[in-house]
């Protein structure tokens, strides 16, 4: 789910909170994500918001098991699933208040999403991130838009075909976070980045992300039929006998080590 934890000097402050399946990005939790984004874009109450995991951890991304259910889905609802990642990552990168993500831990896959579509990242280096969407026999469709955005294709192309795992310090090289502190600084770092940000005059800034939104437009459109094709892509893949089976394979893992 998604918990508002606090409104100090006009930043509000929000977490994933799902600490014991990681802060995994469920449909429930989406949904929530999506309505606060939509319900708060024109709120009095804060200029600037932060978003982080709770626990420690930023999120491990879509809940696999989710996913696993996705065999006994009729298609038009697994594509449906699949667009609610669209309208997430379309609702964070339109909202008019500057978001700022507070990576700690690390993040994996979908998750890596939220981040570029935040307007600052700051993380420390020893977080750890991950694009596991092929190992799990899955593909990173909805996420791909953002991150070739974000990034650009070289690094992209690296970073998802590998499912390399690289920490705070490549994420900051490959343009993923925009600031680097120690684990012990990132909560007063965060705050100290944020409630500047809050000073600024809220209409200019909006009117700043509004041409700069504009401009990432021009330079990558990510079109209706973009976002159509890349949930028509991950749809299948959670059904196919691959993906079942790789993600079913995770889970008899996970089961195996925590009963050994």
């Known amino acids: 789910m998604i918990t508002i934890k606090e409104y100090t000097n006009q930043v509000c402050y929000i977490e994933i909170d799902r600490p014991d399946k990681k802060n995994a990005l469920a449909k429930a939790t989406i949904e929530k994500l999506i309505d606060f ?5 024109n ?11 709770s626990k420690g951890f930023f999120s491990a991304g879509g809940d696999l098991a989710w996913m696993k259910k996705a065999m006994h889905q009729s298609d038009k609802e697994n594509l449906s699933d699949a667009q609610l990642f669209n309208e997430m990552y379309h609702q964070m990168s339109i909202y008019p208040k500057p978001i700022v993500a507070k990576v700690e ?50 690094n992209a ?3 998802l ?31 100290q980045i944020a409630e ?24 990558f459109s990510i079109s209706q039929e973009t976002k159509d094709y890349c949930a ?5 893949a959670r059904k ?18 925590h009963n050994d």
């Open 105 to 154: 831990g690390g993040a994996y896959g979908g998750a890596i999403g939220l981040m570029t579509c935040a307007d600052v990242v700051i993380t420390s280096p020893d977080a750890k991130f991950k694009f596991s969407e092929t190992a799990l026999g899955l593909i990173p469709a909805t996420v791909a838009p953002y991150i070739v955005r974000r990034i650009g294709s070289g």
């Open 43 to 53: 709120s009095p109450q804060f200029n600037v918001l932060v978003l982080s995991g």
């Open 232 to 236: 028509s892509l991950i749809a299948t």
């Open 196 to 219: 500047q940000m809050a000073t600024l005059g809220p209409d200019a800034v909006a009117k700043t992300k509004e041409l700069l939104n504009n401009l990432d437009q021009t330079a």
């Open 37 to 41: 984004l939509k319900t708060s874009a």
């Open 161 to 191: 075909l590998s499912g390399h795992l690289f920490d705070g310090t490549d994420a900051l090289r490959y343009g993923l976070a925009d600031l680097l502190v120690s684990q012990v600084d990132l909560e007063n770092s965060t705050r």
């Open 157 to 159: 192309r690296f970073l």
């Open 240 to 257: 196919s006998s691959e993906g079942q089976k790789r993600v079913s394979s995770f889970f008899n893992r996970n089961n195996s080590e």
